[in-house]
C-alpha cells in the first residue's frame, strides 16, 4: 500500500528522518549548510509529504544496510576477556590484602596484555608504523641536507 503523503507524522518519524539524514551526512553526500537546511525542515515537518522532499536527491536507506557488515552473534562467552578484565583488579586488591604484597596489582597490566594484546595487531597499525618510519625518514633527509 502506497503511503499517504497528507498522513501526519509524529516524533518517532521525524526522529527516524533526521537518523536517515544523519547517516547520508556522515557518508559525506551532505554539506553543512546542506544538514542544517534539511533538518529544519524535517523538524518543522507536519506529514510525510513534507518530509519526502528531503530525500528526494539522496539514495535509497537500502543502500546503506547492504554495505553494513553483519554483526558477529554476541552472548555470555563472546565477551568474555571483557568480563576477566574487570575482576582482575577486585582479585588483586584481595590478595595483596591477603598476602600484604603489592606484587598482585602488576597483573592488572599484564592480564590486559595478555587477554588484549593479540586484538591489536591489525594492518592499520602497519600502516601507522610505516608512516611514522617514512616521516623520520624525510625528517632525516632533510636533516641530512641541512648539514651538507
Known sequence: MEELPEVRIGTAEREEAMQRLSDHFAAGRLSVAE????????AAAVT???????????????????????????????????????VIPIIAVILFFA??????????????????????????????????RDRRGDRGDRGRDAID
Open 35 to 42: 544538514f542544517d537546511e534539511r533538518s529544519a525542515v524535517i
Open 48 to 86: 510525510r509529504g513534507d518530509v519526502t522532499p528531503v530525500f528526494a536527491d539522496l539514495p535509497n536507506p537500502l543502500v546503506k544496510a547492504a554495505a553494513v557488515p553483519a554483526k558477529p552473534a554476541s552472548g555470555f562467552l563472546s565477551e568474555w576477556p571483557e568480563r576477566v578484565m574487570a
Open 99 to 132: 598476602t600484604g604484597s603489592w606484587l598482585w596489582f602488576l597483573a592488572i597490566p599484564l592480564m590486559g596484555a595478555l587477554l588484549f594484546g593479540s586484538r591489536h595487531h591489525d594492518h592499520d597499525h602497519g600502516r601507522d608504523r610505516r608512516r611514522d
